[in-house]
């Protein structure tokens, strides 16, 4: 079974409206991130959270919000879906163990597209 | 702040042609560098890291050195093949801000037979 996993793995939907992708993890991690990726623009990190009560805005959080239910769950939503949040979305984890606290384990992603 | 610039692609190789991907980076202080890979369909995933100067990052093939004095780490591997095509992401990981990590663009590798 896949140590990290996101659902839905495809979604589409109309402008305005609220969506939620989740994200959960049998790592054990603390640390989870979620980022979107665009063509030619590498990924980028929307939001992080160091541990349950943790939350902090990346570089592009504008248009979404975030909820870390438990260790292992972080959700990410759109409140008002928009077309330019059209994107491939991934969700990632990584460990405080000082050995590896840096290496990041991905989820195989979420395609999300805003018509 | 930091960033991370790498080769645009996509790089066309022929099987068993040596493979250089170009990677530069900007960080203040030391920190860790990574290649990732993303094969189709798939999140990517850890292909080989260096976390001081002068280290040597290997794993299946594909190696990579941490060259502070140029803030180089370039990916090369010396016979590709059609399996290593896939997108190729250089990152770093800083030691000051949270150990956020900031990766490159991605450079697009395919491999013909």
């Known amino acids: 079974d896949a140590d990290v996993t996101q659902t839905p793995r495809n979604r589409i939907t109309k402008t305005g409206k609220r969506i939620m992708l989740e994200c959960s993890q049998t790592?054990?991690?603390?640390?989870m991130y979620w980022y979107r990726q665009d063509p030619g623009l590498g990924l980028r990190l929307i939001y992080y959270?160091?541990?349950?009560?943790?939350?902090n805005k990346g570089e592009i959080s504008d248009g979404y919000s975030v909820s870390r239910q438990a260790q292992a769950k972080f959700s990410l939503s759109l409140e008002s879906a928009i077309p330019n949040q059209t994107a491939l979305y991934f969700c990632?984890?990584?460990?405080?163990?000082?050995?590896?606290?840096?290496?990041?384990?991905f989820g195989p992603g979420t395609r999300l597209l805003v018509l | 702040g930091d960033s991370v610039t790498q080769m645009e692609g996509p790089v066309t190789l022929s099987e068993e042609a040596f493979l250089t991907i170009n990677c530069t980076y900007t960080?203040?202080?030391?920190?860790?560098l990574f290649w990732y890979v993303q094969y189709p369909g798939e999140g990517l995933q850890l292909l080989l890291k260096?976390?001081?100067?002068?280290d040597k990052g290997s794993n299946k093939g594909f190696e990579a050195t941490y060259r502070k004095e140029t803030t180089s780490f370039h990916l090369e591997k010396g016979s590709v093949q059609v399996s290593d095509s896939a997108v190729y992401f250089c990152?770093?990981?800083?030691?000051?801000?949270?150990?956020?990590?900031?990766f490159g663009a991605g450079t697009r590798l395919f491999v013909k037979a």
């Open positions: 260096a976390t001081k100067a002068d």
């Open positions: 990632a984890t990584s460990d405080l163990k000082l050995a590896d606290q840096e290496t990041q384990y």
């Open positions: 959270s160091f541990d349950v009560k943790d939350i």
């Open positions: 960080a203040t202080g030391y920190p860790s």
């Open positions: 990152a770093l990981t800083g030691n000051t801000g949270g150990f956020k990590t900031i």
């Open positions: 790592k054990g991690h603390d640390r």
